[in-house]
């Protein structure tokens, strides 16, 4: 079966880090489109970063300059460095594979911004 399995959320204050880690398993990884999606609370689930089977990265403007998004195909795995965290970065963080109109999402990783 496959599967996206998310790992590194949790608490942090503001101006902390944390990387959030996505493994993959029995997907053809390296020609998947990687993204992390962020939903908060009331809010519509929205794309942060996404980086395609080329490595080319797009970010949602509210992040730019401050997360980082990275693959390794050889480990099947996608990150998601966030520097410079603040309080509106709370939110369940989604990794999303999509390989045209195939797409696989994994349970999501909860990161709380707060003081």
């Known amino acids: 079966q496959v599967q996206l399995v998310e790992s590194g959320g949790g608490l942090v204050q503001p101006g902390g880090s944390l990387r959030l880690t996505c493994a993959a398993s029995?997907?053809?990884?390296?020609?998947?489109?990687m993204g992390w999606y962020r939903q908060a609370p009331g809010k519509e689930r929205e794309l942060v970063a996404s980086?395609?089977?080329?490595?080319?990265?797009n970010y949602v403007d509210s992040v730019k300059g401050r997360f980082t998004i990275s693959r390794d195909n050889g480990k099947n795995t996608v990150y998601l460095q966030m520097n410079s965290l603040k309080l509106e970065d709370t939110a369940v963080y989604y990794c999303?594979?999509?390989?045209?109109?195939?797409?696989?999402w994994g349970q999501g990783t909860l990161v709380t911004v707060s003081s």
């Open positions: 029995r997907i053809f990884f390296s020609i998947f489109d």
């Open positions: 980086i395609d089977k080329d490595g080319r990265r």
């Open positions: 999303h594979a999509g390989l045209g109109s195939r797409a696989i």
